[in-house]
């Protein structure tokens, strides 16, 4: 379980970015964060991480308070944290399987990651992973050789590869077509229902995030707005989230039918 309370980040210009956040996410829940550009988004999943040094508040995993960690006690607790990429953020010269094992770094000897050396039980889990997201076939492709979906899903199978006890996913969506989008949002959900993993998605996209996410958090302004259901997003919770809209002229397009939460699914179409 991951639980934030009060956590606030003010910068040194004046600004700030999040005020008295707080809220859980449980095991197996997938939480989608949604607001404006400016309304503390990002800052937030790189919070938690502690890519961002948070200016007040808890970040507690398990039992361990995130925020109170350095050195080598946060490095270790990185290990614990799965993260996807807007950008996708491969090494493009490597190929596949080595982009997908450097999710093992944080457990391996420096002299092992420097000359690329992993357990069998490290390499089975990747060709595991790749099949899982449809890239069995990609192992030995450099990553710069890929689509920005199969790229995307390097990047999943990576975070997976840790073996995490949360996953933050930042903007997975931003540079992908619609068909592509949903996937990638169907295999990030199949993957942490499969694991029991929390999740929190930054996303852009709020059709999305209520096709594909157990649970919304609104943020206007660095604070939590809204917080629950996304059956209980309705208009006017949007318009408190990200200002007047024409939200039914919005919805003219209505996202597609099928069913989202159906496991048999062929990944692996159409990327």
Excluded at 154 to 177: C, H, K
Aim: one cysteine or more; charged letters at 25%; proline letters at 4%.
């Amino acid at each position: 379980m991951l639980k934030l309370d009060k956590l606030s980040k003010t910068y040194a210009t004046g600004d700030t970015a999040l005020r008295q956040v707080t809220f859980e996410v449980t095991a197996g829940q997938v939480v989608g964060l949604i607001g404006p550009s400016g309304a503390g988004k990002s800052t937030l999943i790189r919070c938690i991480n502690r890519l961002v040094e948070p200016s007040e508040g808890t970040i507690t995993l398990g039992d361990t308070n995130l925020a109170r960690l350095k050195g080598r006690a946060l490095r270790r607790a990185r290990r614990r944290i799965g993260m996807i990429f807007q950008e996708y953020a491969l090494v493009e010269r490597l190929t596949v399987m080595e982009n997908v094992l450097s999710g093992r770094l944080g457990y391996v000897p420096a002299w092992r990651s420097f000359l690329r050396r992993y357990s069998p039980e490290d390499v089975s889990q990747a060709f595991s992973l790749l099949e899982k997201v449809g890239l069995s076939d990609y192992f030995n492709k450099r990553a710069d050789a890929l689509s920005g979906g199969q790229r995307q899903r390097v990047g999943i199978a990576r975070a997976l590869e840790q073996n995490p006890e949360l996953l933050l996913v930042d903007e997975p969506t931003a540079s992908l077509d619609p068909k592509t989008s949903r996937q990638i949002m169907r295999l990030i959900g199949s993957a942490c229902r499969e694991r029991n993993l929390p999740a929190i998605i930054n996303i852009h996209d709020v059709m999305l995030a209520q096709q594909f996410t157990d649970r919304i958090i609104g943020l206007r302004a660095g604070e939590v707005v809204f917080d629950g259901s996304p059956r209980a997003l309705t208009d006017q919770v949007l318009t408190r989230i990200f200002g007047d809209e024409d939200w039914t002229r919005m919805r003219g397009e209505e996202p597609d039918s099928e069913q989202t939460r159906t496991p048999t699914v062929d990944l692996a179409e159409g990327v």
